[in-house]
Each structure stands twice: as structure tokens, then as C-alpha cells.
């Protein structure tokens, strides 16, 4: 439950750039008419998969928003995969085992695999093999990313190889330790890697949709994608410094404001040249529909992170 308080000066001056110059931000942001059943179904889901959601996250407003006028499974189905998400980024020792139920063994008992195999038989049915590797290969990224910012005490041992050889399901080697304030997007890659840079992808199998390889491998449509994921990782980048600032924290907390404003900027021109693209790629119209439709998710998407950060300022 949300107690709306009064937006404390300081909060209120940090984040008023992404209200006052984003164009996005001056309409309200639509909300599923059945968020509530979008919570009801997230509880308990996580009831029978033993994933322990937490409630507080509010991740179905989070879904509710990204897919607001999306019939009430897509928001579902996206409000658990950012469930397991959150679960996997403290349990990334998991990915052995996440890998190995992807290519088809059964999930061994721990709640991440289980969830994981549940959510895999749902989305990746009615996917092709490209967007199945491209999905695999951020869920590598992530975790490979995870290592690095690891404790070297606190590191899993390396994973076994993979059942399967490949630059998509190939388990990372891991890396010496770079840690990174996890609130300064310095290195805005390893930001958006941290995220999950994966959760794109699954914006495919809750629309029905999947865009052709060459229209995803097209520097164009990756760059509408890396500008989504760097909202989103941004956001999260924010909230946690508006957690744990210290001495210095509102000066990088501020340059992060002025990042997001600068990259959703930069995110609305990329999908603004998505009908071109597809044009360019021969899609016809019904092809050209459904890509159009996931990039104008990858804004509604990020405009709910915003909208999540903004109103996780006032929520206790």
C-alpha cells in the first residue's frame, strides 16, 4: 500500500528536469485498468514458485504502465519475468542452472530455476532460434557483468560448460573485479548490462511479436534499444543513490537527471525512424506494424521506470 507524502525540497528540485523538459512526462502516464488483477495474479505466482516477490517493489505498476493498453496476460507475463529478474540479480550463481533448464533439462529445486523454467515455457514457445540466442547472450551479459561487481569472496565458482556450444548459451569466463558505485552510470554499458539487458527482449513474446534478425541487428534498431536500456538502468541507477547518497551523492545524482533527460530525448528520435527502418528492410505492413509496436513498448517502458522512480520519491 502507498502513502503518498509531500515531495521532500530537495527530491522535488533533483527530478524537476524530468518533468519540466521531457515532452513525455507532461501528459499522465496511462495505467492498466486491471493493475489489480495484474498484482493478484504476481502474488500468486510467486506463492507457488516460491520466488518471494517483493510486494513493495510495486513491479505490477511498474508492468501496468509498460503495457497499459495490452490485454491483461502481456503485463502479467512481463510484471513475473521483472520478478525473476530481481530475483537472479542476488542469485546470479544461479545461471548454470537457469542455462541448463533453457536447453531443456528440468529445473533443479531452487525457486529462480523454477520460475525461470515456468516463464521459459511461456515465452520462448513461439519464438525462433535468433531471438532465443539474443535472449540467452544478454542473460550471459548480465550475469558476466554481475561478477564483475562482485566481492571476489562472495564470486561462484565458474560455471560448467553449457550443454550446448555457442556464443549465446557459452557460460563467461569470469573477469577481474571492476566494482562500480552502482548509482554513477560513469560507464553507461556496464549500467545497462547490471539491468538486464534481456527484459528488451521480452517485450517480443508478451506483444506475440518478434522482430526479423536484420532488423534487430541494425545499428538503427540497437540504438533505439541501448537508449531504452539506459533509461531503465538510469532509474535504477537514481533510486539507489536517493537510498544511500552520501557526502558528493546529490552532485552525481544530479548528472544522472541530466543523462535521462538527455537520453529519452535521444530514445524518442531512434523510434521516430522505426517506420523507415522497416520500409528499408522490405517488411510489409503487417510486419511493419508489429516492429513499430514493440519499439513504441521500448518507450512505454521506459517512460514506466520513470514514472516508478518519480513516484518511489513519495511512497513509504
Known amino acids: ?22 515532452a513525455a512526462m ?3 502516464c496511462p495505467m492498466h485498468p486491471s493493475v489489480h488483477r495484474i498484482e493478484a495474479a504476481l502474488i500468486e505466482w510467486s506463492r507457488l514458485t516460491g520466488l518471494e516477490v517483493d510486494r513493495a517493489a510495486a513491479l505490477h505498476r511498474v508492468a501496468g504502465r509498460a503495457f497499459a493498453r495490452c490485454d491483461t496476460g502481456a503485463a502479467t507475463l512481463f510484471a513475473r519475468w521483472l520478478a525473476w529478474a530481481r530475483r537472479f540479480r542476488e542469485e546470479s550463481d544461479a545461471y548454470a542452472g537457469v542455462l541448463m533448464v533453457a536447453e531443456g533439462a528440468e529445473p533443479g529445486p531452487r525457486p529462480v530455476e523454477r520460475a525461470f523454467a515456468g516463464l521459459w515455457r511461456e515465452s520462448a514457445a513461439g519464438m525462433g532460434r535468433e531471438w532465443h540466442e539474443r535472449f540467452l547472450a544478454g542473460l550471459t551479459a548480465q550475469r558476466a557483468a554481475l561478477l564483475d561487481t562482485a566481492p571476489p569472496a562472495s564470486r561462484p565458482a565458474p560455471a560448467p560448460p553449457a550443454p550446448r556450444a555457442g556464443p549465446a548459451s557459452a557460460p ?10 552502482a548509482w554513477t552510470p560513469d560507464r553507461p554499458a556496464r549500467s545497462r548490462t547490471l539491468s538486464g539487458p534481456y527484459l528488451f527482449d521480452l517485450v517480443e513474446p508478451c506483444l506475440g511479436v518478434e522482430v526479423p ?38 552532485a552525481a545524482a544530479e548528472r544522472i537527471v ?27 505492413l503487417a510486419a511493419g506494424r508489429d516492429v513499430t509496436r514493440v519499439a513504441c513498448a521500448f518507450l512505454t517502458v521506459s517512460r514506466a521506470h520513470l514514472e516508478h522512480l518519480l513516484e518511489s520519491c513519495r511512497a513509504r
Open 258 to 284: 541530466e543523462r535521462l533527460v538527455v537520453r529519452m530525448e535521444e530514445l524518442w528520435t531512434a523510434a521516430w525512424a522505426v517506420p523507415v527502418l522497416a520500409e528499408r528492410h522490405g517488411l510489409g
Open 26 to 28: 507532461s501528459a499522465p
Open 213 to 250: 534478425a536484420p532488423v534487430a541487428a541494425d545499428r538503427r534498431w540497437r540504438a533505439l534499444t541501448e537508449a531504452s536500456g539506459d533509461v531503465v538502468a538510469w532509474c535504477g541507477d537514481l533510486a539507489a543513490g536517493h537510498r544511500t547518497a552520501g557526502p558528493g551523492g546529490e
Open 172 to 181: 563467461p569466463a569470469p573477469r577481474a573485479a571492476t566494482p562500480l558505485p
Open 1 to 22: 500500500m502507498y502513502t503518498e507524502l509531500r515531495t521532500p525540497p530537495r527530491a522535488a528540485a533533483l527530478l524537476a528536469p524530468l518533468t519540466e523538459r521531457l
